[in-house]
């Protein structure tokens, strides 16, 4: 079984720049979540997508973060304008269903931000 | 609200010692408590996870932990540690009727030495 994908593994921008992650979480799975981690710290949690529907966005920057679950399968996290403070590893994970639980979530490989 | 503290940033053992990972939570409900394994460049991987089943609770590659309500602990333990066990390990914390919503801890860099 295919696990968790996600591109690009690593990217540079200049603050003030714009940039998008992908992820492709495990097939079937129905939630899917984006995690922030920032050196040093645990992953904090930025939106929790069910199928196409948003469960909880509460953690994320709604000015500058965005994401999106187009047919309840991959999904994008573009941030717009970056800043120095979003250098982090952004990470993607899927569950199987994310209601009742506890549903083991399945951790993708991360995108390593750095903004210079 | 739930939390997690790990106490000690750095643990250093020697390759067949003891390992013992500290784990302490906070939860206004009956929690759900996880173990997660991190290596260089990798993702996350479940090692372990506590549901209010057993209290003492086995994982993969040898690894246990022991649910201790008195205690507010989750400590993970390992007979005997191996090289291969040298990676960032992460206790988290989710509860019922809680969107399966983990929040972790800062993490504790597990160092294994000759």
């Known amino acids: 079984e295919a696990g968790v994908a996600q591109s690009p593994r690593y990217k540079i921008i200049e603050k003030r720049q714009s940039v998008a992650f992908w992820c492709n979480p495990i097939s079937g799975h129905a939630t899917l979540y984006w995690y922030q981690q920032i050196l040093g710290q645990g992953p904090k949690l930025l939106i929790q997508f069910q199928n196409n529907g948003v469960v909880d966005d509460s953690q994320l920057p709604k000015d500058r973060f965005s994401a999106e679950r187009l047919k309840g399968v991959d999904s994008t996290l573009k941030i717009q304008p970056a800043k120095l403070e979003d250098s982090a590893v952004y990470l993607c994970?899927?569950?199987?269903?994310?209601?009742?639980?506890?549903?083991?979530?399945?951790f993708g490989p991360g995108t390593r931000l750095t903004v210079l | 609200a739930q939390s997690v503290t790990q106490l000690g940033s750095h643990v250093s053992v020697s390759e067949g010692a003891l390992v013992l990972l500290r784990c302490n939570y906070s939860?206004?409900?009956?929690?759900?408590l996880f173990w997660y394994v991190q290596y260089p460049n990798q993702g996350l991987q479940l090692l372990l996870k506590?549901?209010?089943?057993?209290?003492l609770v086995k994982g993969i590659n040898g690894f246990e932990a022991e649910f201790k309500k008195s205690e507010t602990s989750f400590h993970l333990t390992k007979p005997s540690a191996h090289m291969s066990d040298a990676a960032e390990y992460f206790c988290?914390?989710?509860?019922?009727?809680?969107?399966?919503?983990?929040?972790f801890g800062t993490g504790t860099q597990l160092k294994v030495e000759l």
């Open positions: 506590y549901t209010s089943a057993a209290t």
């Open positions: 988290a914390v989710s509860y019922r009727g809680g969107g399966n919503k983990l929040t």
């Open positions: 939860s206004s409900v009956p929690p759900y």
């Open positions: 994970a899927s569950s199987f269903t994310g209601t009742g639980g506890p549903d083991t979530q399945y």
